[in-house]
């Protein structure tokens, strides 16, 4: 069982909707991270929160919000998204982003997330 | 940011070693190498990481050469739940817009066969 918990599983959505992915951790990490993966390929960071403030954004469209509430929780809203967004989406957690550098980074199973 | 090369694919039998190889020719001196691996269905799992020496955990060992142009993820026992992507991952330490990050290569597909 994976300690990185992410909610729904599945989410199917119209271009015009907005919905939002969750992410939970209790570990006490302080980093948490959204990455996307298409079919068959490796995932793609698209950003990096670390102690609750935004780390890294990897020039991802801004159709795409993120937020992290507090040090458990991230969220990614989601707004006016193309068929092409339809992917697996990643959440993982670690201890640090910088201090403990070469600390694993824990993921969720993702979010499959269907755009019509 | 530094690069990793991996076959597209390998096979194995079950209860047989497996050495999956890696081959990361630019990779500079603060660059950490991490495994992860991809069940079906599943986010990617930490393997094993390491800087010079050679590391063993409970999942894996790593190789790594001596001029750390290229590494080896050793599953001693190879079984059928060990069948998914492995990546192989430079993680840079060095400072730069590549800091901390994990970027994924295309990684291995490894079939274990019963």
């Known amino acids: 069982d994976t300690e990185v918990t992410q909610t729904p599983k599945h989410l199917v959505m119209g271009m015009t909707n907005k919905k939002s992915l969750k992410c939970e951790q209790h570990?006490?990490?302080?980093?948490m991270y959204w990455y996307k993966q298409k079919a068959k390929k490796p995932p793609e960071l698209m950003f990096v929160?670390?102690?609750?403030?935004?780390?890294i954004n990897e020039s991802v469209p801004s159709r795409f919000s993120p937020e992290c509430p507090n040090s458990s929780l991230l969220n990614l809203h989601l707004h006016a998204l193309q068929p092409e967004d339809s992917a697996l989406y990643l959440c993982?957690?670690?201890?640090?982003?910088?201090?403990?550098?070469?600390?694993?980074?824990?993921f969720g199973d993702g979010t499959r997330l269907s755009i019509l | 940011d530094a690069k990793t090369t991996q076959p597209n694919s390998m096979e194995s039998n079950e209860e047989e070693p497996v050495h999956l190889p890696c081959n990361h020719s630019?990779?500079?001196?603060?660059?950490?190498i991490h495994w992860y691996r991809q069940l079906p269905s599943q986010g990617p799992e930490y393997v094993i990481h390491?800087?010079?020496s050679n590391v063993n955990n409970r999942m894996a060992s790593l190789a790594i050469a001596e001029d750390r142009k290229s590494s080896t993820l050793i599953l001693h026992r190879a079984t059928l739940r060990d069948a998914a992507v492995y990546y192989c991952i430079l993680r840079s330490v060095g400072g730069g817009t590549s800091y901390g990050k994990l970027t994924f290569g295309q990684g291995t597909i490894l079939t274990v066969h019963p």
């Open positions: 929160y670390s102690y609750e403030k935004l780390s």
């Open positions: 390491g800087l010079t």
């Open positions: 570990m006490g990490h302080r980093a």
């Open positions: 993982a957690s670690s201890q640090d982003h910088i201090q403990v550098l070469n600390q694993p980074q824990h």
């Open positions: 630019t990779i500079s001196g603060t660059d950490y």
